[in-house]
């Protein structure tokens, strides 16, 4: 069993950063694709970010493309989300999650392990 505690999490002004770690228990995590959800108050978990399992592929959503970045780093078994530019709508939990698969996958049904969360919260 994967476990995925995330962190990095916090309150940011406007046009802020906050870079988010996911920590995972496994080395099996190096082989799994991974991705950052976040879910905002009154709103669907929705993909932020994703990656395959050796960070050559990459998904970034519409409303963060040119401000988040993800990587992993699978020597230390760590996912990452630089997050650049924050706005008011970016508050949210965000959550990581791993995919035991190998294709990379955008739709939180194809994720099979989820961390706890992180608040992440953006003054206008």
């Known amino acids: 069993q994967v476990q995925l505690v995330e962190s990095g999490g916090g309150m940011v002004p406007t046009g802020g950063s906050l870079r988010l770690s996911c920590a995972a228990s496994e080395r099996t995590f190096s082989s799994f694709p991974m991705g950052w959800f976040r879910r905002a108050p009154g709103k669907e978990r929705e993909c932020v970010a994703a990656?395959?399992?050796?960070?050559?592929?990459?998904y970034s959503a519409d409303s963060v493309k040119g401000r988040f970045t993800i990587s992993r780093d699978n020597a230390k078994n760590t996912l990452y989300l630089q997050m650049n530019s924050l706005k008011p709508e970016d508050t949210a939990v965000y959550y990581c999650?791993?995919?035991?698969?190998?294709?990379?996958?955008?739709?939180?049904?194809?994720?099979?392990?989820w961390g706890q969360g992180t608040q992440v919260t953006v003054s206008s």
């Open positions: 999650a791993a995919r035991r698969a190998l294709d990379l996958r955008i739709t939180e049904n194809f994720y099979d392990y």
């Open positions: 990656i395959n399992w050796s960070g050559a592929n990459t």
